[in-house]
C-alpha cells in the first residue's frame, strides 16, 4: 500500500494500523495525517508507548494520557478513579482521533488498560469509546519489555512459543481484547524510502519472511570485515551495553585533553527518574572532548538534527561551555540541553535535562532502534533476541554502509509468531486497498466530509477571497495557514490547558526561554505572550 492509499484510508474515521517495514514512511504518513486534520481545525491527541519515543514526536506516553500512569493493571477502583480525575476526563472527551506511536513495545495489558478508561470516561461500549484509534508501528521490531519475574521458564514449554494450554501466551498488542475490539484497517505500506540499494532490500525482505538462502548470506559474508579494516567514523553497534562502554572510554581516552563532563538534571518522582534514565539515549554522565564522535538522541529539525545525527565535537563556548558539533553534512551546531519529561495527571511527574548527546563509536542495537544511518560497523556475534539482529542491520540505507565484524544464527531469526501475523498483515492490507480503490472519488470525499464534520472541524478552509482582516484571520485561511505550518507547525495553534499547566511547571522550575521553546515548538514571541496572559510575567509594553 502507498503512502497515499494509506493516507485516502486514515481520512475515513476508519481505526487503522499503520505498519510496514522501516523506512517506508510510517512517520511520514501520519505527519501528513496530522497536518490535514489541524487545516480542518482537528487536533488529534498523539502519543506514544514510551518516554523518549514521545519526545521524538513531540507527544506524550499513552500512560500519562489515559491517566494509568505505571500501573499494569486497574481495578474497579482505579478505573472509577480515573474516570472521576477531572483532567483526565476532558483530555479523553475532547479526543476524536487517538494516534498510539511505537505500538509494538505496548503490552495487551495496557491497550486494555486504555481501552477500558476511554470506554468508561465516554459511557461507551464501543472500542476506545468510539473515537479514531491510529495504531502505528512495526512487530518485527523489538518487543516489549518483559520483567524478570513475569518472564516463563523456558524449560516449561515444548517450543520457542510461549504456550498456555496449547496456545500462545498474549505479549504482544494485537493480542488484547481491545485490538480486536477496534478492528483496525491494516496498512501496511511497501513504498521503500531508507534503503535505495534492491541487494540490500533483497536481503532484509527475506529476514523479514523467513526466506533468508545463500543468496542472501552471500551478500552479508562480503560485508564481513575485521575491527582494523572498518571506517573509525562509522557508529558501532553492539547487543551488550559492556561492549559499547568498553570502546566508546576507551576511544575518548586516546584523545588529547581533559575531558568536560555534562551531569544530567532530574528532577520529581525517583522512580519515575530512575525509569527515564534507563530509557534516554543521552548518558548520566556525558564525557567529552574536542574530537569526540557524537550521535544526537532527539528530534529537533529546527535546529538541524534528528535522533541519529552524527558529528564530531568541534569546539566548546568559552562563556557557557556547551559543545559545537559539525555534522556530517558540514552544518556547525551549538548544542544546547534539552529535556526529556513524564507527564501525569495533566502535570509533570518528572524530567531529566542532559546535552542531547551520546558518545557515538559504540551504540546498543536497542538504543539505536528508530535511527537511520549513512554507515555503521556491527558486531552481531553475541545478538540473543528475535528481531534484535533484523533491526541492527535494517538501521543503514544500503549494503555498502554495513561493515560487519561477526553475526550468529540468531541475528537473522524473527519471532515465529510475529512471522505468521505478519502474513495475515499483508493480506488484509491488500484486501484494504482493493476495497478503498472500488469507491468512487465523489464517495471518498463525501466520507472525509462526515468525519471532519463528526470530529467537530470545518470542511473547506476559509474563503480565499475574503477582505484582508488581522494576521491571524489571513494566517488561518486553509492555504495558507498549511503553508505557514510547513515552517512554523504551531502557528497560531491555540493553547490547551496541558499546554499550560506545562508552561506553568516548566517556568517555575527555571527552564529558560530557549527550553520553553524547544519544548512547545513555539516561537519566542507566542511563549511570552503566554507567559503574560497567564500572569507569570510583567508585559514589557506596560
Not at 475574503?466 to 505550518?485: D, F, V
Request: proline share 5%.
Amino acid at each position: 500500500m502507498t503512502q497515499q492509499e494509506a493516507l485516502t484510508i486514515l481520512q475515513t474515521g476508519a481505526n487503522v494500523f499503520l505498519t510496514g517495514e522501516p523506512g517506508a514512511g510510517k512517520s511520514h504518513t501520519i505527519n501528513m495525517y496530522t497536518r490535514w486534520l489541524r487545516e480542518h481545525g482537528i487536533e488529534p491527541a498523539i502519543t506514544a508507548s514510551t518516554g523518549i519515543a514521545a519526545t521524538h514526536i513531540g507527544g506524550m506516553t499513552i500512560h500519562s494520557w489515559a491517566g494509568i500512569g505505571i500501573k499494569r493493571s486497574l481495578s474497579a477502583y482505579d478505573l472509577d478513579r480515573i474516570a472521576s480525575t477531572e483532567h483526565v476526563v476532558k483530555r479523553i472527551r475532547r479526543t476524536n482521533i487517538l494516534i498510539i506511536d511505537e505500538v509494538s513495545m505496548l503490552s495487551p495489558d495496557t491497550l486494555s488498560m486504555v481501552d477500558a478508561v476511554c470506554r468508561e470516561v465516554l459511557s461507551s461500549s464501543k472500542a476506545f469509546g468510539g473515537m479514531q484509534v491510529v495504531f502505528v508501528g512495526d512487530f518485527f521490531q523489538l518487543p516489549p519489555i518483559v520483567r524478570r519475574d513475569e518472564q516463563p521458564d523456558p524449560q516449561d514449554f515444548q517450543s520457542d512459543l510461549l504456550l498456555e494450554e496449547g496456545k500462545p501466551i498474549a505479549q504482544f498488542a494485537y493480542d488484547s481484547e481491545a485490538w480486536l475490539r477496534a478492528n483496525p484497517v491494516v496498512c501496511y505500506l511497501t513504498e521503500q524510502h531508507r534503503q535505495d540499494d534492491p541487494a540490500f532490500l533483497s536481503v532484509l525482505s527475506a529476514i523479514r519472511r523467513n526466506m533468508f538462502d545463500e543468496t542472501h548470506m552471500a551478500h552479508i559474508n562480503g560485508r564481513i570485515t575485521t575491527v582494523e579494516k572498518a571506517p573509525t567514523t562509522a557508529p558501532k553497534l553492539f547487543s551488550h551495553n559492556a561492549d559499547v562502554d568498553r570502546i566508546n572510554e576507551h576511544t575518548l581516552g586516546g584523545l588529547s585533553g581533559s575531558p568536560k563532563s555534562f551531569v544530567m538534571a532530574s528532577s520529581g518522582a525517583p522512580h519515575i527518574v530512575a525509569a527515564l534514565k534507563k530509557s534516554c539515549l543521552s548518558p548520566e554522565a556525558l564525557f567529552l572532548k574536542v574530537g569526540a564522535s557524537v550521535m544526537f538522541t532527539k528530534n529537533n529539525p529546527k535546529e538541524g538534527y534528528v535522533n541519529g545525527t552524527l558529528g564530531t565535537v568541534q569546539t566548546f563556548n568559552s562563556f557557557n561551555g556547551y559543545p559545537t558539533v559539525v555534522t556530517r553534512t558540514g552544518r556547525a551546531i551549538e548544542v544546547e540541553p534539552a529535556e526529556w519529561s513524564v507527564e501525569e495527571g495533566g502535570r509533570i511527574r518528572a524530567r531529566i535535562t542532559q546535552l542531547p548527546l551520546r558518545l557515538a563509536w559504540a551504540i546498543t542495537v536497542h538504543k539505536s532502534q528508530g535511527m537511520s544511518m549513512d554507515e555503521a560497523v556491527m558486531d552481531l556475534r553475541q545478538v540473543f533476541e528475535y528481531g534484535q539482529g533484523y533491526v541492527a542491520l535494517s538501521r543503514v540505507r544500503r549494503l555498502a554502509g554495513l561493515y560487519l565484524i561477526g553475526y550468529n544464527q540468531r541475528t537473522f531469526e524473527v519471532h515465529p509468531e510475529v512471522l505468521l501475523r505478519d502474513e495475515q498483515f499483508r493480506e488484509s492490507s491488500e484486501a484494504a486497498a482493493e476495497a478503498f480503490a472500488k469507491l468512487g472519488a465523489t464517495e471518498l470525499q463525501l466520507m472525509h466530509d462526515n468525519f471532519i464534520k463528526a470530529s467537530g472541524g470545518q470542511v473547506a478552509p476559509l474563503d480565499e477571497g475574503k477582505t484582508r482582516a488581522s494576521a491571524p484571520e489571513r494566517a488561518q485561511q486553509g492555504g495558507r495557514l498549511a503553508l505557514l505550518r510547513e515552517k512554523y507547525p504551531n502557528a497560531y495553534r491555540p493553547w490547551s490547558e496541558e499546554d499550560d499547566e506545562k508552561l506553568k511547571e516548566l517556568f517555575d522550575g527555571g527552564s529558560t526561554p530557549a527550553i520553553l521553546q524547544k519544548e512547545f515548538g513555539r516561537q519566542k514571541g507566542s511563549i511570552h505572550a503566554r507567559l503574560v496572559k497567564l500572569g507569570l510575567i510583567e508585559d514589557d509594553a506596560s
